[in-house]
């Protein structure tokens, strides 16, 4: 008789563990890594680079025209005049929602992400099930998924960053903003009003 | 399909070993055991229920494992032997290392990335407002055309340049570089117009060589 094999085991999360630091010890002895170089990079990603730099950078489009032309033209060259960019976002794409186009952001084949301007991303970004949706079916994924309603008329532009390209979204400054200074601006843009799955929160 | 359940808020990693799983990636590149598209393409010959189930970095940690045999950093045995080890004795302390040019490795990464552009003696072959039509074969090597773009028609609305090519640089057979475009499809042309909603598109980047000039 053929034996079938249906069942997969995965890892435990204690033996995921113990296999970095297995594959650690290997790179550390071999002089490749260090645990200070890890803790480095974590803590960089932890308290230095996230949706804050990004909430920035649109901030400061919103109040300044020349400033928002170039990031529509060049959100690299734009993002590094405020001294933001690198790993990740080596070549950025910025894209603007209107009145009548609302974009969002997915990689279909992974993870890409503009580390950048949003930090790490969050899992959800990463799941298969976001990953699919967003491509099949847009308008309903950010309907019941994100309770973002946008309207029929509202065209949705769906961004996959399957190449080394990172777009990213710039929302629409809300109603009653004006006169708002910079920072108080960017505490109105959310990291999923920047992926497109949500809005600028309302002043 | 199933829902996404976002959540408000998550911290960047969810537990002590995924930070260190994550900078596997950086610090293994560095060490030029792999680059970016070779990762990937280990990435994908996880068992598709593992790939599925699995927790987000052990992906990485699977890729790295990967090549870090093929490449003979070290043995299945050896890294059996020691994952055993720190399974028994979690709070073992990992051997010491203070080479600071690691901890600036990781300041240097961060600040400057990789760069995929490159330069390329040819003229790019299309045009912003071509019509394409992205290839529908399937090979077995890793390359980056999503499945829901095969054989379909789309326009060319912007150009980026040359970047590096997955298809060669990912598969071992060194780098090289292709002109690059984003294509725009509507959602009519991927789906069908009874299943697509009508005012929305797709925006996928594209190769030149994915892609070939449809017929009008």
Known sequence: MTRVNLVHTPRTEEEIAARVKAIESILIEKGLMSEAGVDRFAEIYEHEVGPKLGAQVVAKAWIDPDFKARLLKDATEACAELGIGGLQGEHMIAVENTPAVHNVVVCSLCSCYPWPVLGLPPNWFKSMPYRARIIREPRLCLKEDFQLDIPAEIEIRVWDSNSEIRYWVVPQRPEGSEGMSVDALAGLITRDSMIGTGLARTA | ?216
């Open chain 2, 1 to 216: 399909m199933p829902p996404v359940e976002p959540t408000g808020w998550e911290p960047p990693y969810h537990a002590a070993w995924e930070k260190a799983a994550w900078a596997l990636f950086p610090f293994a590149a560095r060490a030029g055991m792999f680059g970016l598209d070779e990762f990937r393409r280990h990435l994908e010959k996880m068992h598709p229920l593992h790939y599925l189930t699995a927790f987000y970095y052990e992906h990485w940690v699977e890729a790295v494992e990967r090549i870090g045999t093929e490449k003979a950093y070290w043995s299945r045995g050896e890294l059996d032997k020691r994952t055993a080890y720190y399974l028994h004795y979690p709070d073992v302390r990992l051997p010491p290392n203070d080479d600071p040019a690691l901890v600036d490795f990781a300041e240097w990464a961060v600040k400057n990335g990789f760069p995929a552009a490159r330069d390329v003696g040819h003229e790019p072959k299309f045009a912003i407002g071509d019509r394409v039509v992205i290839d529908a074969s399937v090979p077995r090597h890793h390359h980056r055309r999503p499945r829901y773009t095969m054989g379909r028609t789309g326009e060319i609305v912007m150009y980026h340049g040359a970047h590096v090519f997955p298809d060669t640089t990912g598969n071992g057979k060194g780098e090289t570089a292709e002109h690059l475009y984003t294509v725009r499809f509507s959602q009519a042309e991927l789906f069908g117009s009874e299943y697509a909603d009508p005012n929305a598109c797709q925006h996928t980047d594209m190769w030149e060589p994915y892609i070939t000039r449809a017929q009008s």
